[in-house]
């Protein structure tokens, strides 16, 4: 029974108890789903979890507002969605608290914990330094996942940051780690201060923001898919990584949203294709090992033979149109396992699309997520044959770029052999 | 005297009468059992009961004679109900002063056996399966009604909602970072850097499976945090290799993960010294009377402005009243069974005769005190006309008052302004109205906000 959980060996009394503040408001169904939604558009796993329980304690924050003072508004858009960037998909991507959400003179930023475990808070600079995040209130709340409910549990002031602030230290990943005693534990102090406290009581200061780069714009192009696998902190520094956060324009085509799918070309063993590769225009070829109508695709088999490359019987490839303005060209993708190792085989070449004008020059680029494994160019097309080949076992995936005439360059979205939709 | 050491408490049942109250009952048949059965134990004080209840629980299952084996689960499910109690009773004297309740509120869920030989088939007490579902091969029957008391679904309801949350391993687990355990594993608990680092490696290779699950299964069916499936655990073991090339058997993973839960566990208790639970007025019976504290230096900015606007103060309590009030009606009135009505009385009851939260409950069809302070929330009652009050007193006043412009002369204010409604004598805030001393002749809480909220219900009464 592969369901059934693993028994433990004698009964270690497994229930603790955690004793909040306050009682804790009940999350509606709605909330729970889109919550989940928007963790759709995460593409690092760790990040994903973490913008779940922000949008539960945004949600839950708002819930817990509107229940004790209705006066008390969360200004919110045509999805009854209040500006909190958590909403935004590509910025949450960097960024997993809830910035931005605007109580009536007010702007408030949500820390969210799932159990409060530690005797420190951390927090992303990013919320307290940045102008476009900055709050006068910092509230953390707590979310018992299991449960559907959140608490409020505290919070401090934009004011005792400053004062403070000289205490703090950087961690690698863009954080603070605040000690718990800077918040104040009673959520009605929050509510009073909301209410009752003058708008201009605490004062936001006035940041400089940094225009990025020309080198830093280069290096967020060429890194992108690494983007994809590691967090930003691994691949920015501390300076880089608040600048792109301060420019929305770059975290939005950073962070494509909705993430592109993986082809799965797994699937074209089994004479089926998947509904992205379908999307983009990708055809089947017919099998037995495409012999047979195929005369553009028999010219390239012919050339890879005589380069060495054997196409076993078993394989099965998928080719589709590559357009720009002037030119097009076809892209074909071969696969098969290889049978020693549950290791695939993913084999590109590049040739003419029926009756159009083939670009004159072609520059192939395969990487992977951690860095580049193949690039070539081709400056006369019909001296030779652009092709690629890579293998990689099930977890991996491939990025293909085709460049063609040095100026128009395609992005295809990855290659995998059994990617989790 | 029924102490739980005591060897009685294997024919004494430990239930609830009709009125809710706990009883101690001596059911004949189980003591006769008893008495034939270990006649030795009976001479002693105290009894050995692992062994007891082992034997007690092997001829419980025989299969033969039915009569003996019943009356041997009497014992039993006597011995449960004082293990029941002992469990709610240490939950209420480590919660309960602090989150408004006792145990008697939490025994109403969890002891509900009547004490009959012959259980019906309707409805099965909790010892009943309690009883059905021990494996005396995994552990002590103790550790088992602990953790079922505990897991019970309405008493976890009922504790959750005063703030008392009970959390598994599994969550636990969920809900830290590898960034926080390497850092407590390390600083705390002084681990090895090489094995800091894989126990980082193996939560998060948790994390990659147990959390891509859950966040599955919010899509169709949701289940509490149960220990990770053996196919969950195989695919943690596939991440972790395939990240770090370490191999880790399912078991192990399983162990080490308990391990960590473990030792989050205490660090956490540990660690608890920050948090403070505010005390809530809801479960006192009376209004505590608050002393006249001498006002200090900074005090006095507060309260030379309340005085000043006094007139303005009282305008804005009363409108202050007024609305808080309405917009809580009007959220009882939309619910599936309105209860607007039932608020208007209890707090009538509360404020203007006086009467306990115990003695209003039946009076408006409740059973238990709880439910009452649950629909009253006169903490944030109180909290919202106060705070409403005192924002309704600053867009009144002609030269905006400095005390709104700072957070912690704002928090001083608030809490003068508390001190002035709760007190019990005349005070600072003097006031012009006489009618508002009506005539009633129950009259303990005469605190300038029970008086002003009576005055407003009276009103709202001889409107209908």
Not at chain 1, 169 to 192: G, S, V
Not at chain 2, 54 to 80: D, I, K, V
Not at chain 2, 201 to 215: G, I, K, T, W
Not at chain 2, 356 to 384: C, H, S, W
Request: hydrophobic content about 40%; overall charge negative.
């Amino acid at each position: 029974m592969i369901d059934q959980p693993v028994p433990l060996p004698g009964f270690p009394d497994l229930l603790d108890w955690r004793s909040l503040n306050t009682t804790p408001t009940q999350l509606a169904p709605e909330h729970i789903q889109q919550a989940v939604s928007l963790s759709r558009s995460i593409y690092l796993s760790d990040q994903r979890w973490q913008v779940y329980l922000s949008a539960l304690g945004v949600l839950g924050f708002e819930q817990w507002l509107g229940e004790r003072d209705p006066d008390l508004m969360v200004q919110q858009n045509s999805q009854s969605q209040s500006g909190a960037s958590i909403w935004q998909p590509s910025l949450a991507n960097l960024l997993s608290v809830g910035c931005n959400i605007q109580v009536g003179a007010f702007k408030v930023c949500l820390i969210t914990v799932g159990s409060l475990l530690d005797d420190q808070v951390n927090v992303p600079i990013a919320a307290l330094n940045l102008p476009d995040f900055a709050a006068h209130f910092y509230v953390l709340m707590q979310v018992l996942e299991e449960e559907e409910q959140v608490a409020v549990t505290g919070f401090f002031t934009y004011e005792h940051y400053r004062q403070h602030q000289t205490s703090l230290h950087i961690d690698r990943d863009w954080t603070y780690a605040l000690p718990f005693d800077w918040f104040n534990l009673d959520p009605q102090a929050l509510l009073l201060n909301l209410r009752c406290l003058q708008p201009d009581s605490i004062r936001l200061a006035a940041m400089d923001v940094t225009q990025p780069s020309v080198a830093l714009r280069q290096k967020l192009a060429s890194l992108r898919s690494q983007f994809y696998q590691q967090p930003a902190w691994e691949i920015l520094t501390v300076e880089e990584g608040m600048t792109l956060l301060s420019n929305p324009d770059l975290v939005n085509s950073l962070y494509v949203s909705p993430p592109p799918q993986a082809i799965n070309v797994g699937l074209w063993l089994r004479n089926q294709i998947d509904s992205v590769a379908q999307e983009l225009g990708w055809q089947l070829m017919p099998s037995p090992a495409m012999r047979s109508l195929r005369e553009d695709f028999d010219t390239i088999r012919l050339s890879l033979e005589q380069q060495g490359v054997q196409i076993p019987p078993s394989a099965r490839g998928a080719y589709r149109v590559l357009r720009s303005q002037q030119t097009s060209l076809r892209l074909y993708a071969l696969t098969w396992l290889l049978s020693e190792s549950s290791e695939w085989m993913l084999l590109i070449a590049l040739g003419g699309d029926l009756d159009a004008q083939m670009p004159t020059s072609l520059q192939l680029e395969v990487r992977d997520e951690m860095q580049p494994l193949f690039a070539q160019s081709l400056d006369q097309v019909d001296r030779g044959l652009l092709y690629a080949q890579v293998v990689g076992d099930r977890s991996e995936h491939f990025w293909v770029t085709v460049t063609a005439n040095q100026e128009t360059v395609f992005e295809l979205p990855p290659f995998g052999f059994e990617t989790v939709s | 005297m029924n102490s739980v050491n005591s060897v009685s408490k294997y024919w004494q049942l430990v239930k609830l009468d009709f009125a809710g109250k706990r009883r101690v009952e001596m059911i004949i048949s189980a003591k006769t059992y008893f008495h034939q059965h270990f006649p030795d134990w009976i001479e002693q004080g105290e009894v050995p009961d692992a062994i007891v209840v082992r034997q007690l629980w092997q001829h419980s299952q025989e299969p033969n004679n039915t009569h003996e084996s019943s009356l041997a689960q009497l014992c039993l499910r006597c011995y449960l109900s004082h293990q029941i109690e002992q469990v709610c009773r240490r939950l209420s004297a480590t919660f309960g002063s602090l989150n408004g309740f006792t145990t008697s509120d939490l025994l109403c869920f969890v002891l509900d056996d009547d004490g009959q030989l012959g259980q019906t088939r309707d409805y099965r007490s909790l010892s009943a399966t309690i009883l059905q579902t021990f494996n005396p091969d995994k552990g002590s029957l103790k550790a088992w009604v602990s953790r079922q008391v505990k897991q019970h679904p309405d008493l976890k309801q009922f504790l959750l909602q005063q703030g008392v949350y009970l959390i598994s391993d599994w969550a636990i687990l969920n809900d830290t970072t590898a960034k926080q355990l390497r850092r407590i594993l390390a600083e705390t608990y002084h681990f090895a850097t090489v094995e800091v680092e894989e126990l980082g490696e193996l939560l998060q290779s948790f994390h990659a499976v147990y959390r891509h699950d859950r966040l599955q299964q919010r899509l169709t069916k949701v289940r509490p945090c149960q220990p990770p499936t053996p196919d969950q655990l195989s695919r943690i073991s596939k991440d972790l290799h395939s990240r770090t090339g370490h191999t880790l058997t399912p078991e192990a993973i399983s162990r080490q993960l308990t391990t960590i839960a473990h030792r989050l566990r205490s660090y956490r208790i540990a660690a608890q010294g920050g948090l403070v639970a505010s005390i809530s007025y809801d479960q006192s019976d009376i209004q505590p009377m608050i002393d006249r504290i001498q006002p200090d230096q900074e005090d006095e900015e507060q309260i030379e402005f309340l005085k000043f606007y006094q007139s303005q103060f009282l305008e804005s309590l009363d409108r202050a009243i007024a609305d808080v009030i309405s917009r809580a009606i009007a959220i009882l009135q939309k619910k599936r069974t309105p209860s607007d009505h039932l608020f208007v009385t209890a707090l009538a009851l509360f404020h203007c005769q006086g009467q306990a939260m115990g003695d209003i409950a039946p009076q408006i069809g409740f059973k238990k005190q709880y439910e009452v302070t649950r629909l009253l929330k006169l903490n944030d009652l109180r909290t919202d006309i106060r705070q409403t009050s005192l924002l309704m007193l600053r867009d009144r006043v002609l030269d905006r008052a400095k005390l709104y412009t700072d957070v912690d002369r704002l928090q001083r204010l608030d809490q003068q302004v508390d001190l002035i409604l709760n007190e019990q004598l005349t005070s600072v805030i003097e006031e012009a109205e006489s009618e508002a001393r009506s005539p009633v002749r129950n009259q303990p809480l005469r605190s300038l906000f029970a008086r002003r909220l009576c005055h407003h219900l009276a009103l709202r009464k001889s409107h209908l």
